[in-house]
């Protein structure tokens, strides 16, 4: 058994932008979380030369060009940071090798896919973390903490929507291939919308949507949009597109309740804004969330020291750590796991189904398996 201080070897799979992102949260994770240290051990990547650059860059000790040779070394955490049609098959080996796993999000192109991961997880003595980081922006996680109080009483609407542009014009690249990505905008982004809905209203029941692909010839959808009821009866609508004009990284959410309501938007983290009820009618405030009583504020800056994207990732991934070291209670919202995953690619594949429905013709509602 390894002792408390001996360090958690991390081997990253992929090189690009969302790698680059893993391997900056990994070397923050001490100043964050009270886990065991980590040692950045090796990397791997289709290209030895981008391997090694990496390597440089963020002072790992290996660079391979097979990812095979990462899940066969001497690493205890395989971190995969590739496209989405290699998720299944590189996470499924490290797992059956006896590593512990953080897989990007999604666990695989399709539910099925998603399915046979989490069923190779279930059984094996492992754990298998899915990247779903905007669970841990402490505005994210002061919204659940006001929604578990009861602030907004009863829950009986929601909006979550997550809007980009960069596939506006021609769109290239594997996340534009049918094949390679599995599904466009809803899985992309759309997943993100999903695992927040679920994390912070709760378990999905039933999804009727519509899809659209703007941009001529493209194999995957470009936006969609849907109707949503939860397990506990409240509907709402989930949306999610590349192609908005002007929203750069625009995640937004709102959810109301008979005394209130609160709403949040990616493009200005910091910030919530909520409605109470008082003796005079409801009432509207903003306010930063740094307060240092505000969730995990204190492990960041003094208060009043605002926040960036980053602060997503490095605590996802400060709590995947203390997880694996067994003191992770203190975060708002647990990091994902491979149930996680799993139903967010539930709610992906019922989107598509009832979208293709009602291209042909069929006003369907589809349900959401596997969630209770």
Known sequence: MSSPETPIRIGIVGTGFIARAHAEAYRRVRDLGTGRPVELASVASRRLDNARSFADRHGIRDAMDDWRGLVGADVDLVDVCTPNDSHVEIAGAAIDAGHDVVCEKPLGRDATEARGLADRVEASTRRLFCVFNYRFVPAVALIAELVRSGEFGDLHGFRFDYSQDWGLGEGTGWKFDGVAAGSGSVGDLGSHAFDLLRALVGPIDWISARTTTVAPGRSVDDAFVSLVTTVG????????????????????????????????????????????????????????????????????????????????????????????????????LPPADHRDGLAAALAVDATLASAADATAGAATVAPVGGES
């Open 233 to 332: 009866g409240v509907s709402g609508t989930v949306s999610s597109s590349r192609v908005v004009p002007g929203a750069k990284n625009r995640l937004a959410l709102e959810i109301t309740g008979t005394r209130g309501a609160v709403s949040w938007n990616l493009e200005r983290l910091n910030e919530i804004t909520v409605v109470r009820e008082t003796p005079g009618g409801f009432e509207r405030t903003t306010r930063l969330v740094t307060r240092s009583a505000d969730p995990s504020i204190d492990r960041w800056w003094p208060e009043g020291h605002v926040l960036g994207w980053e602060a997503a990732m490095f605590g996802n991934l400060a709590a995947v750590i203390e997880t694996l070291s067994g003191r992770a209670d203190w975060w708002a």
